[in-house]
């Protein structure tokens, strides 16, 4: 099973800002990567597959980049939406799996 | 719009049998290939079932294996999920989801069902 460990757990950013999320795999996925935002109580929601495709109707302030083992999501000019947790996948092989979540807070 | 709509979670003891159910609108259901992922409280999320199109590929992971059985009726536009054996560990909220088509990410999901496993 390949694992996906997500750096940091948790980032304290003002709105407005700009951050960078991290994602790495145990093995290499190619660009086999998504990216989901998970709002409290709510179901995920696909931001990026492809590792750098936005999914539609996701705004350009997300951008996604990587391949191989490492991946990062960008996120610009943070808005009130955007607090909340962050979690890669990878579906280069079965089980497809996530990694731990980046809670993303307001600082 | 798309629409998956989940039923059938609630509170069963330990070894006890659910069966979710999953029932899609807004879109060709028996073009995509749907999967089950769960979240234990507090925790990630685990994929943990996936079909295809016509139901011939079905996976499941490793925790579920041989417990779980998922499956769909493309006349109905459903998708369900049997569980048996269930234990505490399979508390969570359960997900439906669409496959993204272009990639195995999840681009619609329900609003998810509670299972609880407890005496």
């Known amino acids: 099973e390949i694992v996906m460990t997500q750096s940091p757990a948790t980032l304290s950013v003002s709105p407005g800002g700009r951050v960078t999320l991290s994602c790495r795999a145990s093995?290499?996925?190619?660009?086999?990567l998504a990216w989901y935002r998970q709002k409290p109580g709510q179901a995920p929601r696909l931001l990026i597959y492809g590792a750098s495709t936005r999914a539609t109707g996701i705004p350009a302030r997300f951008s996604g980049s990587g391949s191989g083992t490492e991946f990062t999501l960008t996120i610009g000019s943070l808005q009130s939406e955007d607090f909340a947790v962050y979690s890669c996948?990878?579906?280069?092989?079965?089980?497809?799996?996530f990694g731990q979540g980046t809670n993303l807070e307001i600082k | 719009q798309v629409q998956l709509v989940e039923s059938g979670g609630g509170l069963v003891k330990p070894g006890g049998s659910l069966r979710l159910s999953c029932a899609a609108s807004g879109f060709t259901f028996s073009d995509f290939y749907m999967s089950w992922i769960r979240q234990a409280p507090g925790k990630g999320l685990e994929w943990i079932s996936y079909?295809?199109?016509?139901?011939?590929?079905?996976y499941y992971a490793d925790s579920v294996k041989g417990r779980f059985t998922i499956s769909r009726d493309n006349a109905k536009n459903s998708l369900y999920l049997q569980m048996n054996s269930l234990r505490a560990e399979d508390t969570a909220v359960y997900y439906c989801a669409r496959d993204a088509g272009s990639s195995s990410s999840a681009d619609y999901w329900g609003q998810g069902t509670l299972v609880t496993v407890s005496s």
């Open positions: 996948q990878q579906y280069n092989n079965w089980p497809f799996t």
């Open positions: 093995q290499g996925v190619s660009n086999s």
């Open positions: 079909i295809s199109s016509s139901g011939s590929t079905i």
